[in-house]
C-alpha cells in the first residue's frame, strides 16, 4: 500500500493566508457576512478572493461563484492588483478540480499584472502555484524550477511562515524525483523555519520526513518521525493527521515484519477513519489490514477487509484501489485454494490495468498536445514584440552614432598625444623589469630542480615502503597454511591421546608440540598487526562502554592458570562504571598481553593483581588500569625501553624466558591509538607495575539529532577467542565427542557428496582424512576445476579455500551461488585472511560459512555436519507437511525463487496424467539429470517422487476442504489407476483416502505427522 500524505502537506501559495487553506466554519460565516455588507468596491474584490481560499476544499462551486465575481467586478473598476489576484483564485478552483492545464492557463495571466504593478507577493503566489500544477502533471523538475522561484521572492519579501511552506513543498518534489537527502535537507529547513509559526505545519513536514525514510528502508528513523508527528497533533487535536500517523506506522511495521504492532496501529487508524467518514483513508487501512492476514498465513480472514475495499472502490470508481483490491483477493483466494475465483481476480486486475494504462496514456498525450499548443503561441507573441524592438533600436541608433563618431575622433587625438608620452615611460619600467625577471626564472628553475628530486625520492621511499609491506603481510599469511596442518593434525591427536590414558609420554610431546604451535601463531598475529600500523590500516572500531566487563572476562581467562601454578590472581575494580571510548578486540590485545606477561616473568605461587579505577590528570578525567606481579621486575634503566620494538631485557640468565620484544611495543602502539599512555611504575617490593591510563568518557548519548528519539546503544561483543602466551595450559577437551564410525561398502555410496577445492595438496589430503570416514570426498585443484566438478557431481557441501591459482575461492562461490544448477549447496570459505572486513567480503559473496587459518579440524567436521544435518531437516520437513510452502523449506531466496517456480509448473499440470519426468526437466530449463540432483538436495525427493509426492498432498488438501469424492480427486490430481492412487496414499500418510478426513479432523495441526 503507497504511503499516503496529508492534503496540506503541499499547499498552495494563493494570496489569502496559510490558515485559511484549513478554513473553519466561523471563517466562513465571517466572510459571508463581510460580503454580505461590502459595496462594489475594490474591498469587495479581496473579500472575494480570500473566500475562494476557504470555500475551495468545502463547496467548489461556491468558490468558482466567488472567483467569477471577483475578475467581473475587479475589470470594472480597473483594479489590476485584483485581476491578478482573481486570475490566481480560478487557477486554485481549477487545481482542485484536476484541470492543471486550465488552471496554469489562469495563473500565468496573472503574472503581467504583478509585475507591472511590482507585486512581489502576487509573483511569488502566482510562481508557487505555476509549479504546484506541474508538480499535478507530474513534471517534477519545472515545479521545482518554479518553487524556487517562489522561494527567492518569499525570501526577498521574508515572509518567514511562507518560506517554511515552499521549502516543505521543494522537500516533497525532490522526493518525487528520487533526490532524497536533498528532500530531507529542505524538509528540515522547513521545519526550523516554521518553529513558533504553524505547528500544524511541522506536523505535516515529520510526517513527509518519515514518509522518505520508509521509502529508503531506514525504519527506525521513520518510526521517530512519525511518532512525534502524532503526538504533535494529539495535542492539536487534530484527528486526520492521527489517521495519517497511525497509517504510516502500520506500514512501517508491517514493512519490519513485526505485524502485531502494525495491526495495533492499522487498527486506531482505522476507528479515527470511521469517525471521519474519510473513504480513502479507511480503503487504504483495510487493504493493509487484508495484505497483513496474507503475510501471517490467514488468508481466510482476509475476505472481510478486502470485500470492504471492493464495494468502496467500486462506488467511488477508484481505480488504483480496485487494482489493489483484486490483487488481495487473487491472492487469498489462491492461498484458501479457490483457484477459480483467484484466477476471475486476476483477469479482472489484468483488464482494469490495461483500460487505466490507456486512459492515462490519452490524458498524457492531450497535456502534451495542449502544452505544444500554448508554447508555440507564446513563441510566435515573443518573436513579434522582439522585432518590434528591434526596429526601434535601429532608428534610435542611427541618430545617437554619429554623434559618438564625433566625440570618439576628439577621443582619439587627445589619447595619442597621451600614448607617445606613457610608451616611453613604459619602455624604461620594461627593461627593468625584465633584468629582474631574468634573475627570478633562474631561482625559480633551480627551486623546481630541487623539489623534483625531494618528490622523487618521496615516491621511491613510499613505493619501497609499500614494497616491503606487501611482501611483510603475505609472507606472514603464508604462515597460516603451514600452522593449520601442524595445529589440524596435533589436534586431533590431542583428542586421540586424551581418550587414552596409557599414552601420557606421547600426549606430554604432543602438548608441547600445540603449545609452542599457539605461540607461532600469536606471533604472526603480533606481526600482522604491527604491519598494519606501519601502513596505517589498523582502523579502531570504537564504542563507548563500561570497560568492567571486558576486564573480567580478560582475567577469568587466566583463572585456571593462575590455579594450575599457585598463583594468586585478584581483581579490583571500582563498583562505578569505567567509561571508555574503545575497540573491545584491540584493547582485549592489550589486556592479554599484559596478563601475559605478568604469568611469564612471576614464580609459583607468586602474586598477580588487576585493577581499574578513575583518576584525574591535570583536571582531565582517565581511566587507570594496572597489572601488578610479583616477579623478577624491569630495571628502572629499561623502563622506557622496553616499549620499543625488538627489545628484550637483561634479565638474569636463569629468570630469562623466550620473546621477540614484538608484544609490549604492540600494546603501546594500540594505546596510543586509543589516544592514551602506557608507563612503568618503580615499586619499593619486588615485581612489575604497568600502568595504563585511558581518557575516560561519558555513557550518555547527546540528543541532538531530531530521530534519535528511540535509538539505543549497541552492547559491547567481546571475541574470547584469543592466543595466549605459550606458558598457558592446553586444554583436554574443548568440544563433546564426534560419534564417528566408518561405513561398511554398501552404505558407502548413500554418504553425502564433499567437494574439497584447493591449491595446497597437504590441505586437501589433511581434510579428506578428517572427513572420509563420514563423506565420500571429491578433490580439485582450483576453483575452476571445482567450478565443473560442482556443476557435474552437484556435491552436497563445498569446502575452498580462497587465494587460488586461475580462479579464486571469491569467485569460485559467487559462480556457484549465481547459477540455477548450483546456488542451493552449501558453501563453506577458508582463508588465511583473518581480518574483519576480509570475512565480511568472504560471507557477502553468499557463503554459508567462513573459518580462518589455522583451524580446528573438529570445528570444520561439526560446522560440515550442522550444514547437512540443517539441509536433512528440512527434506524431513518438505515430506512430512501437507501444505507447501517454500519459504519454509529452503534458507535462501535463490532457493525459494526455484521451488516457488518448479511447485507453480506442478500445480500447472497437476491434473495432466502424461506429464513425466523429462517434460518437468524441460519446463524447468534443466537436464533430466541436473533437475534430479537438485530437487534431491533441496527436498530429498527425486524428481518422479516429488511430482507424485505434490499430486498427493494436493489430493489431502482437496479431501480436507471436501471438494470431491475420493476417485474425482484421484482423477483430478493426475493418477490414471485409482487402485495406484489409494496405494501411494496409504504409503505417504498411513491412511486410506477415505480414512484420511476423519484422521485430519483429530489432529491438532490440521495435517498427519
Known sequence: MAIRLLALLFSLFFLASPQLAIAQQS????????????????????????????????????????????????????????????????????????????????????????????????????????????????????????SFKSLKLWEKVGNQARIAYLLNNIGVLLKGQQKYDQALYYLRQSYTK??????????????????????????????SYLIQARTRYAALNEPSGLVICDNNLGETYARLGQYAKAEMFLQRALQLGNQLNDKDDIMGILLALGDIRLKTSRAAESFAYFDKVYVLASESKDNEKRLIVYKGLETANAQTGNFAKAYQFLSKWVALNDSVFGVENAKKIARIQAEYQSEKKQAEIELLKKDQQVSRLWRNSIGTGLLALLLIAGLVVSRQRLKIHSDQVLLDQSKLVAEKNSQLEIQTHLLENQAVTLTEQAHQLQELDAVKSRFFTNITHEFRTPLTLIMGTLSAKMYELTTRPETTLHKNEATVMQRNAQRLLRLINQLLDLAKLESGRLDLQTQTGDLRPLLNVVSALFSSLASQRHIRLSVHLSPFPLPVSHDPDQLEKVMTNLLSNAFKFTPDGGEITLSGGPVQVHEQDFVELTVDDSGIGVAPDQATQVFERFYQGTAPQQDRQPGTGVGLSLVKEIVELHGGTIRIDPKSTPGARIVVCLPMATLTTPASELAATESTPNPVVLDTSFEVDDSLPIAESEATALQISSPDQTTMSQLPLLLIVDDNDDIRQFIREQMK?????????????????????????????????????????????????????????????????????????????????????????????????SRQMLHDRFSREIRVQPQDITVTSADEKFLTRIIRIVEENMSNPEFNVEQFGREVGLSRMQLHRKL????????????????????????????????????????????????????????LPSDYLETVTLSDTGGLV
Open 936 to 991: 534431491l538436495s533441496l527436498t530429498g525427493q527425486s524428481s518422479g517422487d516429488f511430482i507424485r509426492l505434490m499430486r498427493l498432498k494436493r489430493a489431502g488438501q482437496l479431501l480436507e476442504g471436501r471438494a470431491g469424492n475420493v476417485s474425482e480427486i484421484a482423477y483430478g490430481v493426475g493418477f490414471n489407476s485409482l487402485s495406484y492412487f489409494t496405494k501411494c496414499f496409504r504409503e505417504q500418510f498411513g491412511v
Open 194 to 223: 516554521s518553529e513558533g509559526i504553524e505547528p500544524n505545519h511541522q506536523a505535516g513536514v515529520l510526517v513527509n520526513m518519515g514518509s522518505i525514510c520508509i521509502v529508503t528502508k531506514d525504519y527506525p528513523k521513520a518510526i
Open 773 to 869: 570416514r563420514t563423506y565420500r570426498v571429491l578433490e580439485r585443484e582450483n576453483g575452476q576445476l571445482g567450478l565443473l566438478a560442482a556443476q557435474e557431481n552437484l556435491p552436497d557441501l563445498i569446502i575452498s579455500d580462497w587465494m587460488m591459482p586461475d580462479m579464486d575461492g571469491i569467485e569460485f562461490c559467487q559462480r556457484i551461488k549465481t547459477d540455477e544448477r548450483t546456488n542451493h549447496i552449501p558453501f563453506i570459505l577458508l582463508t588465511a585472511l583473518a581480518t574483519q572486513d576480509k570475512r565480511l567480503t568472504g560471507l557477502e559473496t553468499g557463503a554459508d560459512d567462513y573459518l580462518t587459518k589455522p583451524f580446528d579440524a573438529r570445528e570444520l567436521l561439526l560446522r560440515t555436519q550442522n550444514l547437512i544435518a
Open 27 to 146: 471563517k466562513r460565516d465571517s466572510l459571508d457576512n463581510l460580503l454580505k455588507h461590502a459595496g462594489p468596491d475594490t474591498n469587495r474584490v479581496l473579500l472575494l478572493t480570500k473566500a475562494v481560499g476557504v470555500y475551495y476544499t468545502y463547496n467548489p462551486q461556491q468558490a468558482k461563484k466567488y472567483a467569477d465575481e471577483a475578475m467581473q467586478l475587479a475589470q470594472k473598476l480597473g483594479y489590476g492588483r485584483g485581476i491578478g489576484r482573481s486570475y490566481i483564485s480560478l487557477g486554485i478552483y481549477h487545481w482542485f478540480q484536476g484541470n492543471y492545464q486550465t488552471a496554469m492557463h489562469y495563473t500565468k495571466k496573472a503574472i503581467p499584472y504583478f509585475e507591472e504593478l511590482k507585486d512581489e507577493d502576487g509573483l511569488a503566489s502566482a510562481y508557487g502555484n505555476i509549479g504546484i500544477n506541474y508538480k499535478g502533471m507530474g513534471d517534477f523538475s519545472r515545479a521545482t524550477e518554479y
